[in-house]
């Protein structure tokens, strides 16, 4: 594992610890001698996060479309700034720079993104692992909504296994490392079942 996507907030949120758990895992990141792939911005989580990373003298690599370099202030202060044409290219580019990919708290364009890469992991598309940093319960209500739709016959408990949860950063930098996906001849049988 070289990088790792972050799905974050361009808010800070209403609470500080949000603040902390970005500081937190950019630091993580750097121990780990891991880049930070991210949206580019320079505003709330997702400024704090790439600070981080930078002031650690890591590796922070943004992608962020035309359209939003102004709107959420483009970082130029990262290693890498790629500006792409829109929010397709951004997440494209996010994913196939990354070797994991995880959120933290966010508004919907987080948890879109987080979605998109947890149904890709599902489906077979790629074998990274995804996680959530689940720093004061933020996301206790999402796992809450999974959890019911596996006991309504939606997804099967496989899929949501494939999820990482953890509040600590360097705990769950470790499972993202240890993860490993079902085995290749699983993904035919898994997806006959669905």
């Given at each position: 594992?070289?990088?790792?996507?972050?799905?974050?907030?361009?808010?800070?949120?209403?609470?500080?610890?949000?603040?902390?758990?970005?500081?937190?895992?950019?630091?993580?990141?750097?121990?780990?001698?891991?880049?930070?792939?991210?949206?580019?911005?320079?505003?709330?989580?997702?400024?704090?996060?790439?600070?981080?990373?930078?002031?650690?003298?890591?590796?922070?690599?943004?992608?962020?479309?035309?359209?939003?370099?102004?709107?959420?202030?483009?970082?130029?202060?990262?290693?890498?700034?790629?500006?792409?044409?829109d929010m397709h290219h951004r997440k494209k580019m996010m994913a196939d720079l990354s070797d994991a990919f995880v959120a933290l708290p966010g508004g919907a364009g987080t948890l879109e993104e987080l979605f998109e890469v947890y149904t890709w992991a599902q489906l077979g598309?790629?074998?990274?692992?995804?996680?959530?940093?689940?720093?004061?319960?933020?996301?206790?209500?999402?796992?809450?909504?999974?959890?019911?739709?596996?006991?309504?016959?939606?997804?099967?408990?496989?899929?949501?296994?494939?999820?990482?949860?953890?509040?600590?950063?360097?705990?769950?930098?470790?499972?993202?490392?240890?993860?490993?996906?079902?085995?290749?001849?699983?993904?035919?049988?898994?997806?006959?079942?669905?």
């Amino acid at each position: 594992m070289k990088a790792v996507c972050v799905y974050c907030g361009s808010s800070p949120g209403a609470n500080p610890i949000y603040t902390e758990a970005a500081q937190a895992f950019g630091r993580a990141l750097v121990a780990s001698n891991l880049a930070l792939v991210y949206g580019g911005g320079k505003v709330g989580l997702m400024g704090v996060i790439a600070d981080t990373v930078m002031a650690g003298g890591g590796r922070a690599i943004g992608v962020i479309p035309e359209l939003l370099v102004d709107k959420e202030v483009g970082h130029v202060g990262l290693t890498e700034l790629h500006v792409v044409p829109d929010m397709h290219h951004r997440k494209k580019m996010m994913a196939d720079l990354s070797d994991a990919f995880v959120a933290l708290p966010g508004g919907a364009g987080t948890l879109e993104e987080l979605f998109e890469v947890y149904t890709w992991a599902q489906l077979g598309y790629h074998r990274k692992p995804v996680g959530v940093l689940n720093i004061g319960g933020f996301y206790d209500p999402l796992m809450a909504l999974l959890d019911h739709t596996v006991r309504e016959g939606f997804m099967r408990q496989t899929y949501r296994d494939m999820l990482q949860t953890d509040g600590d950063p360097v705990a769950l930098i470790a499972r993202l490392k240890r993860y490993h996906a079902p085995a290749k001849d699983k993904w035919a049988d898994l997806r006959e079942n669905v």
